[in-house]
């Protein structure tokens, strides 16, 4: 069965400092990968997706970026983070061909 | 228009209550159809699918109206369990995937 892997759970990280957040799926071949945020009490935000290693494609601009450097491999970053960059961090993954999305158990980000 | 829209709530009903959440969405062409859970600092779960036809599972209920371009989620006997906030997904498929979620509606089950 497929399952998916999100770590940190938590992370506390200055204003301005660096960020990597990591995501691994297992049990699948060549899956569309999701970054989203999710502000407190609000709806999910689609960061990036991509639909093959190298492929990245934004949705909102951003200081973040994201890559994949494997097939099941996403990674989101940032050089600097901003207050305003807390939130909910998950990842997701699904297949194309109108397939439900399933969800990493996130990471909760608060920047002092 | 948003692409999809749900009626934030919350929705305050009593232990025992029926209950029924509506998500309309924008795009005809949409095929694909979901209904999410999250609970409260947690990852949505995917609840159930939803099919043209209509499908249950227990106590839930998922119906989906093409020609009103709208899905429906009807929770029976909620459960005090059942408090979380139900969000929506809308796919299209049409040489890229592009899924929709819906910002959810909070139902709060009392006691």
């Given at each position: ?51 093959g290693i190298g492929q990245i ?11 994949r ?44 | ?111």
């Open positions: 069965s497929q399952t998916i892997h999100q770590w940190p759970a938590t992370l506390v990280q200055p204003v301005g400092s660096p960020l990597s957040l990591e995501c691994t799926v297992e049990g699948t071949s060549n899956p569309n990968l999701y970054w989203y945020r999710q502000a407190a009490g609000r709806g999910l935000q689609l960061l990036f997706y991509s639909v494609s934004s949705e909102v601009p951003q200081n973040l970026s994201a890559s450097p494997q097939d099941r491999q996403f990674i989101l970053s940032s050089k600097k983070l901003l207050l305003s960059d807390s939130g909910f961090y998950l990842c997701a993954w699904d297949k194309t061909g109108t397939q439900p999305q399933h969800f990493g158990d996130g990471t909760r980000l608060s920047i002092l | 228009r948003k692409e999809v829209e749900q009626d934030p709530g919350p929705f305050n009903v009593p232990e025992g209550a029926t209950v029924a959440f509506n998500c309309t969405y924008s795009n005809s062409a949409s095929q694909s159809f979901f209904w999410y859970r999250q609970d409260c600092r947690k990852e949505p779960k995917l609840l159930m699918s939803v099919y043209s036809s209509g499908n249950e599972d227990g106590r839930f209920t998922a119906q989906l109206n093409r020609a009103s371009q709208y899905i429906s989620l009807l929770i029976r006997d909620s459960k005090l369990s059942d408090s979380a906030t139900y969000l929506c997904v809308v796919i299209y498929s049409g040489g890229y995937q592009k899924v929709t979620f819906g910002t959810g509606t909070k139902l709060q089950v009392i006691p």
